[in-house]
């Protein structure tokens, strides 16, 4: 089993889009999957349609692998799993300082569920905390998002710091480019540039595309109604090239 | 908490016609009923003559696309392969799990399609007031002898057990009947298809019956059973017809012989030239067979150079294997053949004459003193091995083994079948590599007599040499292990088991 978390410190880089897409295609793919929904926003699981349940649960997230269990749903996709948010995911910070072995309590839970998935994707909220050292630990690959402009590229470089201060791997960190718009020349010199500093960066790049934002008009992913566009497409080779992370053996 | 508890398990309905409108108006009101697609097709079922894998609960299914697939109990999926040249053997197979699993299940015998049942399925999603699926509906249609039959299925979904509930509770308000699994099996039987060949065991005797009254029940079984096999050698549908027919009227042979004492010497005198007179013209085409089989055996036995002349000897065997068919067929179709099995059935299904001590003494204690003596006999034999014991003295310890090993499996009812079979156990590596050493002298008998013919080409009569040199050597390496063999089988535990089992004070 696998566990890749769409990640970035900033919001509205595309984080959800590619948690939903990656999570379908890899299920369209046979593997069994599941996506956490860790946002209390909780769009992902606005995608899927699936609700949280109505009590409180966030403060017990980390605690029981069993309490974890009862709230994961099917999605409408074979072999798609998604366990929703709930606004208690807010407090996760606070929930986790009160824990000891914080920094691995995620990795411990999940790993419970080896059993039962190939590929778990974590869909992260942004912000850096114990729960983002939480899920550092816990992932194999942590993919960033990274829009091709001078905030992002900022972003991206507080990131590398934090995993250097904490020692975190930083060969786990995997960035591509989203929100792609290729007409802009700042797009196009960034790219080029942060191609030049960062070696890791994914080839696939996804385009700012209107199909990416009716996700939230069909709440579905972008294959089951805009298969043949571009986006969908670059998602596709998104999937392709991070697929031998998924099939590497530990 | 195991992933399946969050999961709700399947319930199934038979729907009657009546029935077959009705129910989607029972659904909850606040749920959509969204109908997905529906698939048609013609399902082969494939299985061996005695219907081996329905028997295990097994079910393999050919689709119209040449994908097969084996499946265990409720359709769980167990192996599958694609292959549209219609495999009719687990060896025509790809390799992969659902050849190995033909090959432990069928062995030799070939897999041909027994049933066919054509199924229409109309998928629906049950979902709620965020379009969200929350459960499915599966209506299955079949059509077969038996009409057309009907079944819903109500597929839970993870995590919605709340709604699987409610929709459960309102179909089974209208629907009466509550299957508790469903699969394709069920729907098979409810169309009427069952096993067409009932392979009966030997019937059971009784402890207590007279031995010639018991030997002439088991043996009357044992040649009826012969009989179904005739059908499957005229139509050459396999080797296995006939290597099953030959093995029941062998063990009509042995038994009757084992327990010629039981009969009026007359009497068996003539059940023994019917039973020779039937499975006679049998040995021929068996060897054939025998040999054709285990090509890839032979041909790893020689260096590629001898490839061009394992051709030619196979195509020879192969052209002769023909011809001892169509003869076969010709004396199975003959009204010799009809005659002789009437006549053993007569004779087997006559009264008792009981004019022996034999015959008038109870099975239980004539097959432990038949036992016993066999078992002796094989001691006396074993004993007296040593490295100079000639081949034919080899052979008759082989017969003898063969008769016990005979002994034990005929009246496991008596000898109790947990017994029985762990004695057969102690057998086994003695039975083999006696096997072994028989085998090997048969095939190279079989390669002189066949492998040979006038102005043969050159590489044919390598190839025969060279398999005849490479089967010595192995004969006589099998030779060497025969004592080290009987030497295991000798030893005190398993002599101390078939005295107990025997119990020569008891009889």
Known sequence: MKVIACYSMKGGVGKTASAVNLAYLAARQGYRTLLIDLDPQAASSFYFRVK????????????????LLQHIRASDFE????????????????????????????????????????????????????????????????????????????????????????AFPKSRIIPFFSMVQVQKTLHKSTMKRMRGRYRRFLDATIPFSRDIENMGEHRAPLDTFARNRPANQAYQNLFDEIRPLIDRRA | ???????????????????????????????????????????????????????????????????????????????????????????????????????SACGFWSFNPVASLRLERHKFSLRNEDHKIVARLLLARTQG???????????????????????????????KTDLGTLGLQQMLQDQGVTPTQAIKSIPAISPTQKTESAVRQMACAMSTKARIYEAGIRHDTDTEFLHQYRVSLRKARSLTSLMKNAFEPTTYARLKRLLAELSGPTGELRDLDVFLLERARYSAMLP???????????????????????????????????????????????????QTRMARQTIDA??????????????????????????????????????????????VDLFGHAQSRHLISDMKGLQDVLGQFNDYSVQQEFLLRHGQQPRAPTELIRTVGGLTAVLHQQQREARSRVQAAFKRFARPQVTADFHALLRPEAH
Not at chain 1, 104 to 126: A, E, F, V
Not at chain 2, 326 to 340: F, M, W
């Open chain 1, 79 to 166: 072999a798609l799993d998604v366990l929703p948010a709930h606004l208690s995911f807010r407090n996760f910070d606070v929930a986790l300082a009160g824990l000891s072995k914080r920094g691995k309590r995620l990795k411990r839970i999940l790993k419970g569920m080896k059993d039962n998935y190939d590929l778990i994707i974590l869909d992260c909220p942004p912000s850096i905390g114990l729960l983002s050292e939480a899920i550092f630990n816990a992932a194999d690959t942590v993919l960033v998002p990274v829009i091709p402009t001078t905030l992002s590229e900022r972003t991206l470089e507080q990131l590398m710091e934090f995993f250097s201060a904490h």
């Open chain 2, 145 to 175: 002898a038996n009409g057309k039959q009907a079944y819903l299925s109500l597929l839970g979904l993870r995590g919605y057990l709340q709604e699987f509930d409610v929709v459960a509770e309102r179909l089974a308000q209208v629907l």
């Open chain 1, 52 to 67: 949280p349940a109505r009590k409180k649960w966030g403060k017990r997230f980390f605690q029981a692998y069993e309490e």
């Open chain 2, 304 to 354: 590629e150079s001898f490839d061009a002349g394992l051709k030619l000897l196979f195509r020879k065997i192969a052209r002769e294997r023909g011809k001892a068919h169509k003869i076969l067929v010709a004396r199975l179709s003959a009204p010799e053949h009809e005659q002789a099995y009437a006549d053993l059935m007569a004779l087997l299904q006559a009264e008792p004459e009981y």
């Open chain 2, 366 to 411: 004539s097959a432990h003193d038949r036992t016993l003596r066999r078992y002796h006999k094989i001691i006396q034999l074993g004993n007296a091995l040593h490295e100079g014991t000639p081949d034919p003295d080899i052979h008759a310890l082989r017969i003898e083994c063969k008769k016990l090993r005979y002994l034990l499996e005929f009246f």
């Open chain 2, 1 to 103: 908490m195991s992933m399946d508890a969050v999961t709700p398990s399947p319930r199934h309905w038979r729907l009657a016609s009546s029935e077959l409108q009705g129910w989607s108006r029972a659904l909850p009101s606040e749920l959509h009923l969204e109908t997905a697609e529906a698939q048609i097709e013609t399902i082969d079922i494939l299985d061996s003559f005695s219907w081996d894998l329905w028997r295990q609960g097994r079910l393999l299914c050919r689709h119209g696309n040449g994908y097969h697939r084996l499946c265990g109990a409720n359709d769980t999926l167990i192996a599958q392969a694609q292959s549209k040249a219609k495999p009719r053997f687990w060896w025509e197979l790809p390799a992969g799990r659902l050849r190995s699993s033909l090959k």
